[in-house]
């Protein structure tokens, strides 16, 4: 199983990005799907997450400027940034709990290569 992330780059103060990310593999069942991220220094922190039912939760400092999506039938999570801010800078993971089987034995956390975003003031 892997997470593939894409969609960083560098934009400027109150710009937009899309990041998304794509499970592959053999896996039975996606559940909560994340996405996080990293400053140097810093512990790695939930920017957001959806459930495979839909339920969204955001960090209050990304709340209505960051809006997390999935679509189940193509194993994919996105994160669209609005409103940029320069503390958004960091590295963004994609995260998800994958089952591979039925059971709780079969059920891991995947992560996928990290994903720069850089925002300039």
């Known amino acids: 199983v892997q997470l593939q992330a894409s969609g960083g780059g560098l934009v400027q103060a109150g710009g937009s990005l899309r990041l998304s990310c794509a499970a592959s593999?053999?896996?039975?069942?996606?559940?909560?799907m994340n996405w996080y991220r990293q400053v140097p220094g810093k512990q790695r922190e939930l920017v957001a997450g959806v459930t495979s039912g839909g339920s969204t939760n955001y960090v209050d400092s990304v709340k209505g400027r960051f809006t997390i999506s999935r679509d189940n039938a193509k194993n994919t999570v996105s994160l669209q940034m609005n409103s940029l801010k320069p503390e958004d800078t960091a590295v963004y993971y994609c995260?998800?709990?994958?089952?591979?089987?039925?059971?709780?034995?079969?059920?891991?956390?995947?992560w996928g290569q990290g994903t720069q975003v850089t925002v300039s003031s």
């Open positions: 593999g053999a896996f039975f069942r996606i559940n909560t």
């Open positions: 995260n998800a709990a994958i089952s591979t089987g039925t059971g709780p034995f079969f059920t891991r956390d995947y």
